[in-house]
């Protein structure tokens, strides 16, 4: 399955820093892809639509701002739309847009964790893209320093912003590095995505932080935002989503090899937190890679 998903060899050169696009369209004709290049894309008057990130598949509104990090599969689908109704600016930039050490400063720290979940895909909040909406569309006029000097305070604007939502799960994405600023949770978390296919309890995860369970319970919700049986379902899910996509394998196989003691309860919680069945989000994907949903 995964063989058939584009990879995209973008005009980008290491000679620019960045490339946009311009498109007025009455429907999206691109199959299911992905590239070396991060993406910010922007869509207006596309109600309805479908996108597909990573392992995450939602309908859009009005208005659409997504930021695609390096090598995540994405793409919009959706037809209908009137003569030249939908709209869309594309940016694609290096993933080395900013050095690394550069990126290491203080100052970029919002924009360096930013980068670090468009590795699974970011959706900002409508409020957001109207707040960027105009200095999108005035980016097309501006050239050289100055264009790049708009890109850099874009990024930034949505950087800070604390209203959006990261879109496929942990562990779909095998280029994701994880940093929590907390030895503690990073010992944790590679012990989670080593065995994740394994049963793993709140009183191991405990141990090897050195701490007691409760205690445990509260730092790493403070760390990471959410629950350790929330982070280990969530990395359960990102393996069996990838596995839907990548391999041939039943669904019951997938569910028993990514840790889940029983199909019923695989489908179960894959429905709450996906919004869709195993079967659809692997129809879904196959669909995508033949240009329709």
């Known amino acids: 399955m995964a063989e058939s998903i584009v990879r995209e060899i973008t005009p980008l050169t290491q000679s620019d820093c960045f490339t ?3 498109r007025k369209k009455s429907e999206f004709d691109f ?17 309805g ?8 598949i939602g309908e859009i509104g009005r208005y659409e701002l997504v930021l695609v990090g390096p090598n995540l599969q994405h793409g ?5 739309f009137g003569p030249d109704q939908v709209e869309e600016i594309t940016i694609q930039f290096h993933k ?6 550069f990126l290491q400063k203080n100052q970029l720290s919002f924009i360096r964790n930013m980068f670090r979940k468009s590795l699974r895909g970011i959706l900002f909040s409508q409020p957001t893209i109207r707040q960027v909406k105009p200095r999108l569309y005035r980016l097309r006029e501006k050239q050289g320093f100055d264009s790049v000097l708009e890109l850099m305070s874009i990024l930034h604007t949505l950087s800070i912003s604390r209203d959006y939502r990261v ?6 994405n095998t280029h994701e590095v994880f940093s929590y600023n907390s030895r503690r949770i990073e010992k944790v978390m590679e012990f989670i995505h080593t065995g994740f296919d394994k049963p793993i309890t709140l009183e191991e995860a405990a141990h090897i932080a050195n701490m007691t369970e409760s205690s445990f319970s509260r730092f790493f919700k403070l760390r990471t935002g959410i629950t350790f049986v929330d982070c280990l379902t969530e990395v359960r ?3 069996a989503c990838r596995m839907l996509i990548d391999t041939t394998k039943t669904i019951a196989e997938i569910a028993y090899s990514c840790g889940f003691n029983n199909i019923s309860n695989f489908n179960r919680i894959f429905k709450k937190k996906k919004g869709c069945t195993p079967k659809e989000l692997r129809d879904s994907y196959d669909q995508g890679n033949r240009l329709f949903i």
């Open 49 to 56: 639509a479908k996108r597909i990130i990573g392992d995450h």
């Open 31 to 47: 199959p299911l892809h992905y590239h070396e290049e991060m993406e910010l894309n922007f869509i207006m008057n596309a109600r």
């Open 237 to 239: 899910l990102g393996h």
């Open 20 to 22: 946009l696009f311009y």
């Open 167 to 172: 879109l496929s799960d942990s562990g779909f």
């Open 76 to 80: 919009w689908f959706g037809s209908g």
């Open 96 to 101: 080395d847009f900013f050095d690394e050490k």
